[in-house]
């Protein structure tokens, strides 16, 4: 075997075991968000190390930052005062006495939203939302966007289902703001 054929081959092997050694790790979620409304139903589930759904895959890194995708844009967030950033992104939260705030920018995008057992409000980008608490797990309320070059708003009523630690009064940061981005930008 050549070295060129001999190189190909062991690229090719550790190739396909990288996978299976991602896989050792089951994924089991504690806290999930189901949006259901004005674009469709989505659902994004989350665990201490990763976040999962049809349009966000981050994983948490031994360092605390995160990297994957969210709705087809990579990102590489690391740790700040409070938050997160990467290029184009940087996003602040805390929780305390069962109040959450999301605040920052996101891919040019101003994010600004606060939740608590009442209701949860703000705006993300061209968006905003009031949603309340009706029953233990579910939001419900009305969303708004008015996009470029549309001259009516689409608006509509949605729902926010949170369950497991989305649920809690103060839920698991950064893994909460990350799902909701995520389940927004669906």
Not at 23 to 36: A, I, K, S, W, Y
Not at 71 to 96: R, T, W, Y
Request: glycine share 10%.
């Amino acid at each position: 075997m050549t070295p060129l054929a001999r190189a190909v081959a062991t690229a090719a092997a550790l190739a396909a075991a990288a996978p299976a050694a991602a896989q050792d790790v089951p994924f089991e979620p504690t806290g999930e968000l189901r949006m259901n409304g004005v674009s469709g139903f989505n659902s994004v589930s989350f665990d201490q190390d990763r976040i999962v759904g049809p349009i966000v895959n981050l994983t948490r890194r031994d360092d605390g930052s995160w990297a994957g995708d969210i709705g087809g844009k990579d990102l590489d967030l690391h740790p700040i005062e409070a938050g997160l950033q990467a290029p184009n992104v940087k996003i602040k939260f805390k929780s305390k006495d069962g109040r959450t705030a999301i605040e920052g920018l996101y891919f040019g995008q101003r994010v600004r939203i606060e939740l608590d057992a009442k209701k949860l409000s703000g705006r993300f980008g061209a968006c905003s939302m009031t949603l309340k608490r009706r029953g233990p797990p579910v939001y419900h309320g009305d969303l708004g966007c008015l996009r470029p070059g549309d001259r009516l708003p689409l608006a509509g009523r949605v729902s926010l289902e949170v369950i497991g630690e989305a649920a809690s009064a103060n839920p698991p940061l950064p893994q909460f703001a990350l799902a909701l981005l995520a389940v927004l930008t669906s």
